[in-house]
């Protein structure tokens, strides 16, 4: 199939064509025409399966094809399509994809999100916009002050919606949808389809149709999947050893706390390893910045908290490192669905503590996968399974198997530390 097929307009097809789009990814094939069609939809698909243009393009083509309707209360155009996303950089994604793709349109959109003065998203507003996207705290906010007019919105478009579950938005996305006209067309996309992911989506959709484009819960098919049972205090040491390795050449960290990813690139830039942070204490500019010195290469390593990373768009991540693992295991599918993005392979990378074994578990349960366990590594955890409990499992070399004998010039430097450690637990 070709985007041709989908009756697009020209103007999105010309901006399609420039950006070297050809074919439709699955999600993309099933969803624009039920979308043009009018009804409601139900996705369920993972990060980096073309998600954003499965809603964009279909919105694109109802302001180019259908009247711009009456605005009864001003002169100023309506809002007609709404996007609600759960984090700014992921508000800016979409404001982004609504450009390129809307860029021979005469369609108008602007993005508002926290964080930032409201006078610029205000001013937008004022001069009329046809697509607004925004982040729930901001826009509920902005219609709190009455500067924010749903009332004749056609298009609702909910991104991401278990994230914004697990952030505590419900309660700002029922103001919301109250807020908006009776008759309204509603899009409803999340890589997960919990219970209440499910009863959330019962009571906002009309007879959805249903997109499925992955398995729920189960991560990207060309993403290799590793664990490293170390103990928690060696986790840096193991952190430094595997970025040694050169053929990790744009790396995503999780950290599980703002602190804990402040420490590690710090502890990074020791070893002369340029890593940035991003995270809900910095602010929009750092964070904005942090991105795209990690985009242009200039940055090797982003160490994210969960919460930031929903924003994080990178095609070509070639490693995923969980320093801390997820207390649930659909953010883990979250993680690593950040590499391998694309058809492209990726790896991912988790480093297990004792205390998180349970995780692991829970993991292992819900994806349906044993990872590999790699225990053949200088800061292996007294208290790891053995190879009987895990099965033999190759050693970890950056996603290929070393020549036998192939040693890497810092291999005893590395080896230092971890005899010393081992001298210093001997001692009483």
Known sequence: MKFEDLNLAEPILKALAEEGYTAP???????IQPVLDGYDVLGCAQTGTGKTAAFALPILQRMVSTPRPYNPRGKHRPIRALVLSPTRELAGQIG?????????TKCKHTVIFGGVSQNRQVNALRNGVDVLVATPGRLQDLMDQGLVDISMVELFVLDEADRMLDMGFIGSIRKVIAKLPPQHQTLFFSATMSKEILALADTILNEPVRIETAPVSTPAEKVEQHVFFVDKGD????????????TADKVL?????????????????KIKIHAEAIHANKSQNARQTALKLFKDGRARVLVATDIASRGIDVDDISHVINFDLPNEPETYVHRIG??????????ALSFCAQDERPYLRDIERITRTRLKAQTDHPFSSSGAPSSQEQGQQRQYHGGAPRPQGHQNPNQARRQQKPLQQQQRKAQP
Do not use: C, N, W
């Open 253 to 269: 960290v999780f950290s599980r706390t703002k602190h804990g990813a402040d420490r590690i690139v710090r502890m990074l830039g």
């Open 25 to 31: 990814t699955p999600i993309q094939q099933q969803a």
């Open 235 to 246: 986790k840096q040491a193991l952190l430094e050893h595997l970025l040694l390795d050169v």
């Open 338 to 347: 950040r590499t391998g993005r694309a058809g492209a392979s990726g790896v």
């Open 96 to 104: 982004d994809s609504f450009t390129r793709y809307g860029r021979f």
